[in-house]
């Protein structure tokens, strides 16, 4: 199993229906669980979560199972069940690929053992985890160089203790 760890929606859905779309190939059945579809893709089969009819995440999974899929993506697993049933498809040998609330990959082991998941089974399945943020640029016309004093160099490589040389600085983009 494999899970995005995300922050905002928007950024880790984003890759996740591009690694979708690159994975889908006609040897491959690749089938999706979502809340809602966020963009139809023809080239796997995508199932939305319906409440009214009882057709959450775990049922979803358990629906998608008897078609035999070879990778199934769970647009997010938010409880027990879900999770039991993310695991049981990735113990029998599906890829699975999924979403997680976390503010970043660090803890999201974490969350999977707080939502209630054995920890045996989290390391017989968990093969990684990823998460994603937007790197913040400046507008070329107001950008400004600054002087980096020592208390803020020393914040920034701390524990690393690199020095402050001028060489090293003048080959950083510092603004």
């Known amino acids: 199993m494999k899970l995005g760890s995300m922050q905002y929606a928007g950024r880790i859905t984003t890759t ?3 690694t979708l779309k690159q994975l889908a190939t006609p040897e491959v059945n690749l089938c999706t669980v979502e809340d809602p579809i966020e963009l139809i893709e023809p080239s796997y ?4 979560v319906e409440h009214k009819i009882g057709l959450d995440f775990a049922a979803g999974i358990r629906t998608l199972m008897r078609q035999d899929p070879d990778i ?3 647009g997010e697993i938010r409880d027990l069940e879900t999770a039991e049933m993310a695991i049981q498809a990735s113990l029998t040998g599906h890829l699975v690929l999924s979403t997680l609330h976390t503010n970043n990959a660090s803890p999201a082991v974490t969350r999977l053992l707080e939502i209630g998941l054995k920890p045996y089974l989290v390391k017989l399945t968990l093969l990684g985890v990823m998460a994603q943020r937007l790197i913040r640029t400046l507008c070329p016309h107001c950008k400004t160089k600054q002087t980096l004093l020592d208390e803020q160099w020393e914040s920034l490589v701390n524990p690393f203790k690199i020095k402050k040389t001028r060489d090293y600085l003048s080959s950083k983009r510092l603004y």
């Open 16 to 18: 996740l229906y591009s």
């Open 45 to 48: 089969n995508q199932m939305q």
């Open 72 to 74: 199934i993506m769970v």
